[in-house]
């Protein structure tokens, strides 16, 4: 149902009960701090997943995986801001929370996520990359799934606490570093000790704003250099660990063969046959700041479809709908980063976990208080 | 059915034709060559298993627990010489093949144990451990399974090729020289030294008679010194290896989780709790003396019956008859040694296969020859 209709701020806290149905509003949020409401009553809750890491790290090509899992691309929005870091799909907004200043202290961050969660739009700010200054804010529309992602949406305790899932993308230094080398010293003709500088430059706010987020995030992807060739630093084959925390709501860690033991696996063998230097699974419990997790680990890389599809069989709790459902989704996107190790696929898996998440919480939306209490 | 009648030797070769059945007799192959041939004909061929292994090394405990997985204990022959090493259960009966002279050369124990095969009684003799000379010998109807156990079962070749099936028990020379210590220093009160030079006195026949038929083996459980305590030499907790050859008739190895691939298990964790030093599975192809075969191992010890079920039930191709079975066969001989390790565990398990693998070869001879073709 639709209903829309003007309010001024002042009438906020009294349309649940003079209206006897839920109503929802935009807040503009602007840095102008010039706030009206304006309309529209929208039926779902909206999912708010948060997604943290430094950037190139490969955030947006896990949102991509991400939205692909709920079908449709995720595009910027129509006629916008050329700047905007937003994307859309049918189902997903991905709204990148770096425009907010990263020291924001008005909790603007937080009333944004906290507005659209209750399914109110808002206008969000756009920062121009090349001017250093703000454009005009975009409206962005209350989605299902609200995915705000940048170098620090799980620092502020306040917008932490509205996300119903959260990830870090953990970079080894040593893998940083071989990707850096590739791209900026390879692809873009940087000199090593420049490379070097400005790894070395970013470190104490990497250290003091970035990576503290990832004791609260639900699920880390961690990335590693591999161990299955001795003093390999060329960080192509990669060793990637997906930690899961124990106990987060709506979210049940995957495993391999047998829930909450210790396993390693090699499937190359009889059966598999893989090319040098061969994939190794391990899975166990752990502890990770405290949290109990479970850690399920990939090291080494896919070369062929039979080993993605007899590692998928293996693997329980991926939150599947079909058989094969992970494999065919690495295969659409075969072209992305990491496709064919350790980061495309827990990035598949955790995409389909956040799906399993948001239908699980949309279908308790809908039922009665009564039905949910038993 | 049953028909019996006298025959001289002369007569052997026409019986299957002139009787149009399989007409069995009793040859008497005994030490003094007096052959003679008695009677009656047996429904089922005799599958003949063959046990080797070094004195003191469980071979009588893996007896024990191999007919008990056929159901009823297995005794000495009634009235017989108490010399005899013979065990007699329903099913089965177990010959010590070291009563023929190691170095035979006249072929009796082939021809003893193929008549047996054909379903022919024989005489065996009985070594009298205390004149070293011989008995007057026994006879040995043809039972369903004939288990012939010794120290060289498998030695000789025309023995061997007879054999459907057969285990070699290799225990390691540290965990031997433990379980000496402990049975001869302990509660025999023989020196350190005289235990040492024991053990070097029978090594060269050791390496020369004993040790190369493990080669030959279906099945080898090897016995280790645990690697779950650094630097353990009580022999108290095991590591034990069941090394199973790939591509024998009617016996498909026993796997952990995925068949062909190479796996480390800690079962302890979430769901289980163990005590310390824990239990460590590992299972994977291998290579054993050219051959391929599939290895379980087990490192650690069943503490709580919940330990027991938990494992077997994580197990394939165990070839029980109803879940639980393996942890029954074990709780019932819970005073065997080794019920709370890799020995007693494996053993049982290869109990369970050979009953497996006696019901298929029993379910082909009576099946038509035409519908075995299929």
Same mark, same amino acid.
Not at 169 to 180: Q, T, Y
Not at 234 to 255: N, Q
């Given at each position: ?5 003007? $309010? ?15 109503? +929802?509003?935009?807040?503009? $949020?602007?840095?102008?701090? +010039? ?8 039926? =779902?809750?909206?999912?708010?997943? %948060? ?31 050329? =700047? ?22 008005? %909790? ?80 873009? %003709?940087?000199?090593?000790? /420049? ?9 104490? =706010? ?24 001795? %003093? ?19 979210? /049940?860690?995957? $495993? ?23 994939? +190794?699974? /391990? ?92």
């Amino acid at each position: 149902m639709a209903v829309c209709s003007a $309010y001024t701020i002042q009438s906020l806290n009294s349309t649940k009960t003079h209206l006897g149905f839920r109503q +929802k509003q935009v807040i503009l $949020y602007t840095p102008i701090k +010039k706030q009206s409401t304006i309309t529209c009553s929208v039926s =779902d809750k909206t999912v708010v997943i %948060g997604l943290a890491a430094d950037s190139g790290c490969g955030k947006s090509t896990f949102m991509r995986r991400l939205t692909s899992v709920f079908g449709g691309a995720a595009e910027p929005p129509r006629g916008g801001n050329p =700047d905007s870091n937003t994307l859309i799909s049918d189902t997903t907004t991905v709204i990148c929370l770096d425009d907010y200043h990263s020291l924001d202290r008005t %909790g603007r961050k937080e009333k944004g996520v906290k507005a659209l969660k209750e399914g109110v739009a808002v206008e969000k700010p756009i920062y121009n990359h090349v001017t250093g200054l703000l454009d005009p804010p975009e409206l962005i529309k209350p989605p299902k799934i609200l995915v705000i992602e940048g170098l620090h949406p799980m620092y502020d305790a306040r917008v932490r606490d509205l996300l119903d899932f959260s990830i870090y993308l953990d970079i080894s230094n040593e893998v940083k570093f071989a990707w850096k080398i590739q791209r900026d010293m390879a692809e873009r %003709g940087h000199s090593l000790e /420049s490379i070097k500088a400005s790894i070395e430059a970013r470190k104490p =706010d990497f250290d003091a704003y970035i990576d503290p987020q990832k004791q609260y995030a639900d699920a880390v992807i961690e990335v590693l250099p591999t161990q299955l060739i001795p %003093g390999d630093n060329e960080g192509k084959v990669l060793r990637v660990k997906l930690i899961m925390k124990e106990g987060t709501k709506y979210f /049940s860690p995957v $495993y391999l063969f047998d829930e909450g033991s210790t396993i390693t696996w090699i499937p190359c063998g009889r059966k598999l046959t893989c090319s040098y230097p061969g994939i +190794k699974f /391990s899975y166990g419990p752990d502890t990770y700041y405290g949290h109990e997790v479970s850690v399920l680990e990939m090291d080494g890389q896919f070369d062929r479809l039979d080993e993605l599809i007899y590692v998928e069989s293996h693997l329980s709790n991926i939150s599947t709908k079909f058989y094969g459902e992970v494999t065919q989704q690495m295969l659409k996107h075969a072209d992305f980063p990491g496709s064919n190790n350790g980061t495309g696929l827990f990035q598949t898996i955790i995409g389909l976990k956040i799906r399993d998440l948001y239908e699980i919480i949309a279908s308790k939306a809908a039922t009665p208080l009564q039905a949910t209490k038993a």
